[in-house]
């Protein structure tokens, strides 16, 4: 294996962007409603994200950057991205959400993956508040596409890839990988998964006993 694609929110973060955003403008419960039913796969991700990007329309840059500061990384996750980093494996994270909070997170940590492709929360023109749109690759959930494109760049079969994931607009890339790794994966989720672990803990053993990290 040599590509190990994880997702962020729910999965290298316990942290959900849009509900801190949310939080930043009353609407957290709101936000929070949205972002369950779509990982339950009930919604369409696209139409779950756009909502969610229209419930923050107004919102300060300012509170959008301290909303996006409070992105955390897992406990053992920075340690995991860098432990592969050093075994010569090509990282990546494939998310949703959004780049500024995912770069927050990883310079906290000090951490570094090969490759982000996440959406983003336009400002408007005088960069003083957000719109309530969103735009990116990953809108619609196309996971399996983007796994695709990074395996090619690298010049990896897709059988050498690993998706790490926990919800419905994972399933894509998750259905694809050469290793399909569940992180606490939803219920709709779960059947898909060749793996299930509940700590970056368990997922570095999956990773030992399957040859992507060399045993020390």
Same mark, same amino acid.
């Given at each position: 294996m040599?590509? @190990?694609?994880?997702?962020?929110?729910?999965?290298?973060s316990?942290?959900?962007?849009?509900?801190l955003l949310?939080?930043r403008?009353?609407?957290?419960?709101?936000?929070?409603?949205?972002?369950?039913?779509?990982?339950?796969?009930?919604?369409?991700?696209?139409?779950?994200?756009?909502?969610?990007a229209?419930l923050?329309?107004?919102?300060?840059?300012a509170?959008?950057?301290?909303a996006?500061?409070?992105?955390?990384?897992r406990?053992?996750?920075?340690?995991?991205?860098?432990?592969l980093n050093?075994?010569?494996?090509?990282?990546a994270? !494939?998310?949703?959400?959004?780049e500024?909070g995912?770069?927050a997170?990883l310079?906290?940590?000090?951490?570094?993956?090969d490759h982000?492709v996440?959406?983003? !929360?336009?400002m408007?023109?005088?960069e003083?508040? !957000?719109?309530g749109d @969103?735009?990116?690759?990953?809108?619609?959930?196309t996971?399996?596409d983007?796994l695709?494109?990074?395996?090619?760049? @690298?010049?990896?079969?897709?059988?050498e890839?690993v998706?790490?994931?926990?919800?419905?607009?994972?399933?894509?890339?998750?259905?694809?990988?050469g290793?399909s790794?569940?992180?606490?994966?939803?219920?709709?989720v779960?059947?898909?998964?060749?793996v299930v @672990?509940t700590?970056?803990?368990?997922?570095?053993?999956v990773?030992?006993e399957?040859g992507?990290?060399?045993?020390?």
């Amino acid at each position: 294996m040599t590509v @190990v694609a994880f997702d962020f929110d729910g999965t290298l973060s316990d942290s959900e962007m849009t509900v801190l955003l949310g939080d930043r403008c009353g609407v957290a419960d709101d936000m929070a409603e949205i972002t369950e039913a779509s990982m339950n796969d009930e919604i369409d991700y696209a139409e779950s994200l756009r909502k969610r990007a229209a419930l923050l329309e107004g919102l300060s840059a300012a509170d959008a950057q301290a909303a996006f500061d409070e992105v955390e990384l897992r406990e053992g996750a920075a340690d995991l991205i860098e432990e592969l980093n050093d075994a010569g494996v090509t990282t990546a994270i !494939l998310t949703g959400g959004f780049e500024r909070g995912v770069a927050a997170a990883l310079e906290r940590e000090g951490a570094s993956v090969d490759h982000i492709v996440s959406n983003r !929360l336009p400002m408007d023109d005088e960069e003083t508040e !957000l719109t309530g749109d @969103v735009d990116g690759p990953l809108i619609e959930g196309t996971k399996d596409d983007a796994l695709e494109d990074l395996a090619d760049d @690298v010049g990896a079969d897709l059988e050498e890839t690993v998706a790490v994931g926990d919800g419905a607009n994972d399933l894509p890339m998750l259905q694809v990988a050469g290793l399909s790794i569940g992180f606490e994966p939803k219920p709709a989720v779960e059947p898909h998964c060749e793996v299930v @672990v509940t700590s970056m803990a368990e997922a570095r053993e999956v990773f030992l006993e399957e040859g992507v990290l060399p045993e020390n």
